[in-house]
């Protein structure tokens, strides 16, 4: 089940999240800098929440009418599928710092977690009022599950604490704000602005390398920069 103004939001937060990777991409290169607090830190994060919530309303919607675990995990098979490539290719040109539990990894274990919940979702509102104010493990070694202290060194971490919080804060409010599972809001959202919002996966996986080569080809970041 879609709803045209959470695809509309799905939209927003992609490109929020196109902008700010290619200033968290100037950061990186030494082009700028970005410190905790300022606008850019906030604006990630912010794209952060929006993205992960509105995928936990999503989850709820899907799972209104329809409840059957193997189209879940067919489902989910493709964030896992594209979670282990962005991690074999971040091991491959940045082995210093690559993804071990970035968002699509989070996105992917939050649907198989979340699935027992989706049905009940004021034990899962609970359940994410304690991931997003309880403190997890601190352990480097429980990195791979999310469950390392959050100022893990990798250019792209979303631990469960607290993102798998936002992720069953947002089924669990999707269930009151979408108890019918209609659309809010009558706007005729533009098709091809909709597209993005349907889209977010493919565009998220293929966008990073897109931003290097903009990167590279306006001057800014010298080739043997990003390839030593």
Known sequence: MRIDELDSLKATALVMMLISNFVTDLNYFGVMVVEKGDFWW????????????????????????????????????????????????TFIFEPDAYVRFGVLHLLAFASLIAFPLVRRPVIAFIFG??????????????????MSETDLSAVDYFP???????????????SQIYSEG?????????????L?????????????????????????????????
């Open 42 to 89: 906030w604006l990630a994060r912010s794209t952060a929440t929006l993205f992960v919530g509105v995928s936990g309303f999503s989850y709820f919607l899907a799972h209104r009418n329809e409840y059957i675990f193997d189209k879940t995990f067919k489902r989910t098979q493709r964030l896992i599928f594209w979670a282990f490539i962005i991690t074999l290719m």
């Open 129 to 146: 009022l304690f991931f997003l104010f309880v403190p997890l493990f601190s352990n480097e070694t429980l990195v791979w599950i999310g």
């Open 160 to 174: 469960l604490n607290p993102w798998l919080g936002v992720f069953l804060i947002g089924i669990g409010l999707s």
């Open 182 to 194: 209609k659309s809010l809001i009558k706007i005729q959202w533009p098709e091809k602005w909709l």
């Open 196 to 228: 993005l919002g349907k889209n977010t996966l493919i565009i998220y996986v293929f966008h990073q390398p897109f931003l290097i080569a903009l990167l590279i080809i306006t001057g800014l970041v010298p080739l043997d920069q990003v390839i030593p």
